[in-house]
């Protein structure tokens, strides 16, 4: 049967939508539906595939309904009764807000409160009061009101519940009071972040404010520094994609490592493969986790992987191989923007190649403007429906700037790195990323034009 995992994808969104959206009714229509279009595919195709495509669908549905159930209907009470709680447990994570307050994702030990206590693990979002600051791996005592994550109640509006939910939260915390109560510190986490924090050092050092933040999201993912101006520019240019840690970044990434070791170290496909995807796990780690680097990696670790037991697969199913790891790890990921264009625009520009393959144009501009034309094309409704905006100019202006955002990302690295032994030499490559970034910010301002 043509690319099973295309299909299996398709009754596993099924399975993800009618469980979200379907009273049991409904539930039970769809369920006969898709047994009978299993029977028949199955039948057509003389294939037992359709029996792994109905389980999916189920799987779908029974996730979907587990992720969607409260996470302590005792909490809950609590958050609607507005209690306050002792929240104590473990930083995980630190970021700023706007108002450069600090945001901290807190895995908890326990929860107590007046009449109980709540011992189960749960990942909560606090952001302290002006000033009060804590660090990575410290252990803490939040005193305050406990909070449920809010759901979107106007059309096109911010829906924390989703947002947060997907990135694994439970509930969230303003602390009236915060106090630090000693470190549990993991050796090899702890030693990952000081590197990571050693890079941003670096890119503070040799370049200005508003370029090295620009790096760090790029490299680090580390966004808190980007500025208003700078964020607005690049949306309105259309390129907002190249401040986060996304597919393009990673491929990149994973395309200078295989080369490097293909053709300078003359290793093999497979010695090369195991390497550059033990390199991108470590690069997950660097970079935190964040939901496009997890979403990236995966991407290209599939096709790693096919390389490891000599598997030539097809794109598309690749793609969708991709997707189902993903939505099984954590299916709320279907109502996020970025899964939602990256898979998308990713399977639009494999479609898209295919039919500039058979054109008779120059292969710079298949391999430029039409890409940037396809990408644009099937992204745009995704844009449309979530910002309200799509970005005309930003076809254009992904031509000039895709080409020079690899070189960017490649020099931004050998800066990190070198800056760790010698911030002079460091400085002197400093000066090919300050005039690339230069020339995007000119490009941007043209655009607003």
Known sequence: MIRPFVWTLCFLILGIIVGQSASKVCFALFGTIIVLICILIGYRYKSK?????????????????????????????????KQSVVVEGTVINVSYTTSKRQKITVQTNSIIWEKGKE???????????????VGIWDTVKLEGEILSLEKNTTEGGYDEKLYLGTRGYDYKIYPDKTTVTGQNKTPIL?????????????????????????????????????????????TTAGITHILAISGLHVSIISMYLFYALEKLLQWNKRKSSIMVLFCLVFYLFFAGFSPSSVRAVIMISVGLIGNLIYYEGDSLNNVAIAAICILLIQPLYL??????????TITGILLGANMLKNNSLPTYIKNS??????????????????FYFISLIGILVN????????????????????????????????????????????????AEF
């Open 335 to 344: 109502w996020d923007i970025g899964f939602q264009l990256s898979f998308i």
């Open 119 to 133: 011992t189960d693990d749960f990942k909560i979002l606090a952001v302290l009061e002006k000033y009060e600051t």
């Open 190 to 234: 702890s030693y990952i972040y000081q590197l990571k924090e050693s890079v941003k050092t670096v890119y503070d050092t040799v370049l200005p404010q508003e370029k090295s933040s620009i790096l760090k999201a790029m490299v680090t993912g580390d966004k808190d520094d980007i500025d208003t101006i700078t964020k607005q520019r690049y």
């Open 399 to 446: 031509i000039v700037v895709l080409p020079l955002t690899g070189i960017l990302l490649a020099m931004g690295m050998i800066v990190g790195i070198i800056g760790l032994f010698s911030i002079p030499i460091a400085t002197f490559f400093g000066g090919t990323v300050y005039y690339i970034l230069e020339i995007k910010k000119k490009i941007c301002i043209l």
């Open 369 to 386: 403007f039409g890409i940037c034309i396809i990408a644009s094309a099937v992204s745009f409704p995704i844009t449309a429906y979530h």
């Open 49 to 81: 595939f359709p029996i792994i495509y109905f389980l999916f669908f189920i799987l779908g549905t029974i996730l979907i309904t587990i992720q969607l159930q409260p996470s302590s209907k005792v909490l809950d009470t609590l958050a609607e009764q």
